[in-house]
């Protein structure tokens, strides 16, 4: 990410107040397009960016968007406080990373730079009384702004001098074309715009026309995913066409995995569908391992505290579904569609994009993503920063040329296969299929049901009848959990230890109980959860003893 003669934070010309929430932030070196992106937009130059996810795109926007507002406020004349800059995200999730990530930089300029999020659509009021202080800078999804910037309650057109379109590929496929368009009528007719993307596609090069003058175009010489030494990347093809066998096999390598502790440190599973999710969680459930689900239906406040306490080491495992996937094909149901129940997920929820987890060991795909722009936002939520991490994907027979066309995006010109076979002794954990087999048996469509309106009817309550009460104790929040068991009638409390003789030979002694649910504790400082990249750890064990669920 890095080269040796890198132009270091401390020479770019900015504020000693940004250098010191930078210093604080433990950044010693910028990232590669901070360190393309910074001078050009400090020079006045309009940027379209493609950078990958978890590059340090916020910060490539947001320090030269601080530095100019806060020079603007010390050297030009004194001026009324109005909004000056916009930030447009696709999703609530992470328009309210984006503002936590921008008020970290301001930490010590707080007094002259104030930062408002306006995308939680519930909070309309409130968000404007906010606005009428005029906020420095205003973070929101084109929807939101776009409802502010009609009742009046936000004015840009005198006053707006920066704006930033972050994830831009991902805000028309969001169906925010018409909104955005009609927003841009609100701007002034001159501004200075960063257009940040992940990936360059047609909807990108429609916005570069609507919002950018003559911009510098930034592909950095990166690809779109970290390489082999820092992510590894696995897929697991089972080749029988039955079915039933076929969803038993995927459910039994993963219970595998996670109860012999294959995968280690924090996981990240995604599903095509809400009912997937359920699912998983029940099945899992059942043998003592905790997970919470994560999903467009839960309400925002509980999607951002999940988010948050997976971040600060809460839970090993969510189950996450992806809004833009809801409706894909289901494993082992290859024409199904997501239930209908999806439609009350909301639209502006994004759980697989640019959302910053901190410390994921491993992503695994349990189906599919649908198409490989999918694959890369997913795989993008392991190896951040300069974080190891394994994706592992699971491939039905049928999916292969989808599987293909993944491949082909990330293997570029040399088409060297990137996606290396997982290879295991199927046979090794062929004691567990009986044990599987009736916990997925006590999985029933109407368990699911039942366990999905338990989540919902729980997650409104925390999230709104119990708001003001933990907006005056915020403490408390931290006692709030979205891991307990949704069906405590099926879990069996003896399937959550695992006999000895039933652990291939290789793992013995290996093997560790789930880690019991952290007590919650407001004093606890944030800890860096160490991760561990799980292949790794195989690799290493099989010097002594090789394991047999290693990649050969
Ligand atoms: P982003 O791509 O903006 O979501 O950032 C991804 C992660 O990289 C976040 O956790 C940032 O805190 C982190 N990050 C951003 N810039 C730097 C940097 N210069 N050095 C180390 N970490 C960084």
């Known amino acids: 990410m890095e080269d040796a003669e890198s132009l270091g934070f401390e020479h770019m010309g900015l504020d000693p107040r940004l250098l010191q929430a930078v210093s604080d932030l433990g950044w010693s070196r910028p990232t590669l397009i901070q360190e393309k992106a910074i001078p050009l937009a400090l020079d006045g130059k309009d940027l ?33 406080q109005a909004v000056r800059g916009l930030v447009l995200v696709p999703t609530k999730e992470l328009a309210r990373q984006a503002q936590s990530m921008i008020q970290q930089l301001a930490t010590y300029c707080a007094r002259d730079i104030r930062v408002a999020n306006v995308s939680a659509a519930e909070d309309a009021a409130s968000q404007r009384a906010v606005l009428m202080e005029k906020p420095d800078i205003v973070v929101g999804t084109p929807s939101r702004i776009l409802s502010h910037l009609q009742r009046d309650s936000l004015k840009l057109r005198d006053s707006m001098e920066l704006l930033v379109v972050d994830e831009a590929d991902l805000l028309f496929s969001f169906g ?19 257009l940040m993307s992940a990936t360059f596609n047609e909807d990108v090069q429609a916005l570069k026309e609507l919002v950018l003058h003559n911009p510098v175009t930034l592909k950095l010489q990166e690809s779109q995913l970290p390489g082999p030494d820092q992510l590894q990347q696995f897929q697991v093809i089972c080749e029988t066409e039955e079915d039933k066998l076929l969803l038993l096999f995927f459910f039994l390598l ?64 969510v189950i996450a579904t992806d809004a833009e996937v809801l409706g894909a094909p289901v494993k082992g149901k290859r024409q199904g569609r997501g239930p209908k129940a999806n439609k009350a997920s909301d639209p502006e929820a994004g759980v697989a994009r640019g959302i910053d987890f901190h410390h994921v060991s491993a992503v695994l795909n349990f189906d599919l993503p649908p198409t490989p722009e999918a694959y890369i936002h997913r795989a ?12 592992l994907t699971f491939v039905l027979p049928v999916e292969r040329p989808h599987l293909n066309k993944i491949e082909e995006l990330l293997g570029g010109e040399n088409r060297a296969p990137v996606l290396l076979p997982y290879q295991f002794r ?22 699911i049901r039942e366990a999905r309106l338990k989540e919902i009817k729980e997650e409104l309550l925390h999230s709104e009848k119990l708001k003001t009460y933990f907006e005056d104790n915020p403490r408390d929040l ?38 019991k649910r952290k007590k919650p504790s407001s004093c606890r400082k944030t800890k860096k ?8 750890s195989f690799k290493h064990r099989g010097k002594k003893s090789r394991p047999s669920a290693v990649p050969s």
Do not use: W
């Not at 493609?50 to 590059?55: D, F, I, N, V």
């Not at 909104?179 to 501004?191: A, D, F, G």
């Open 380 to 391: 993008g939520r392991t190896a951040r920063a300069n974080n190891p991490g394994t994706v």
């Open 529 to 536: 959860v160490k991760t561990q990249n799980p292949l790794r």
């Open 254 to 317: 993963l219970y595998a995995l996670l109860k012999l502790s294959l995968v280690r440190g924090k996981s990240l599973l995604f599903v095509n569908t809400l009912e997937r999710s359920y699912r998983l969680r029940l099945f899992l459930e059942q043998f003592s391992i905790p997970s919470c689900v994560l999903n467009g239906e839960l309400p925002l406040r509980s999607r951002c505290h999940i988010i948050s306490q997976f971040n600060q080491g809460f839970y090993d495992c």
């Open 426 to 447: 199927m046979e090794e954990i062929e004691g567990f299929r009986y044990r599987c087999r009736d916990a997925m048996r006590s999985v029933t469509k109407q368990a």
């Open 48 to 80: 379209l960016a493609r950078a990958r996810t978890g590059s340090g795109k916020t910060a490539a926007y947001a320090l030269p968007m601080l530095q100019l507002l806060l020079h603007g406020k010390t050297t030009g004349p004194v001026v009324e």
């Open 176 to 194: 925010f074309e018409e909104e955005l368009k009609s927003l841009l009528c609100h701007l002034p007719r001159i501004y200075q715009a960063f």
């Open 478 to 515: 931290q006692l709030l959990r979205h891991d307990l068991p949704l069906h405590p009638a099926v879990v069996k409390p003896h399937l959550g230890h695992v006999p000895e003789y039933l652990v291939p030979p290789a793992l013995r002694g290996l093997v560790r109980p789930h880690k």
